[in-house]
């Protein structure tokens, strides 16, 4: 089965930055769509940014744009989450999600076949 780990989450002061990673061993990360997504307590999943593995085109949420760049680094098999200006309304558990048959992004989670166990991400002075 397989498995997208996620890292790069931790602790930082409003207006810092932080850079997500998703990677993984058992597949590469050439074809789909690789989506990241948040999870804030009380609060139901959202997708946050997603890229097309193949072509590169991205999406954003508007909460999000201008702040958070998401990209691919094929040779690392790689994506990336960076993350800047953050705000306390960031702080959220991050996943990142692969659709593994189809190159189109989504917003919905339940079109995403595999996830990752997440990673904390606590905006707070």
């Known amino acids: 089965q397989v498995q997208l780990v996620e890292s790069g989450g931790g602790l930082v002061q409003p207006g810092g930055s932080l850079r997500l990673s998703c990677t993984s061993s058992?597949?590469?990360?050439?074809?789909?769509?690789i989506g990241w997504f948040r999870q804030a307590p009380g609060k139901e999943r959202e997708g946050v940014s997603c890229i097309r593995v193949s072509g590169g085109s991205t999406t954003y949420i508007d909460s999000v744009k201008g702040r958070f760049t998401i990209s691919r680094d094929k040779v690392k098999n790689t994506v990336y989450l960076q993350m800047n200006s953050l705000k306390p309304e960031d702080t959220a558990i991050y996943y990142c999600a692969i659709r593994q048959f189809t190159p189109l992004c989504s917003p919905y989670v339940e079109q995403y076949d595999m996830w990752g166990q997440g990673t904390q991400v606590t905006v707070s002075s």
């Open positions: 058992e597949f590469t990360l050439n074809d789909g769509a």
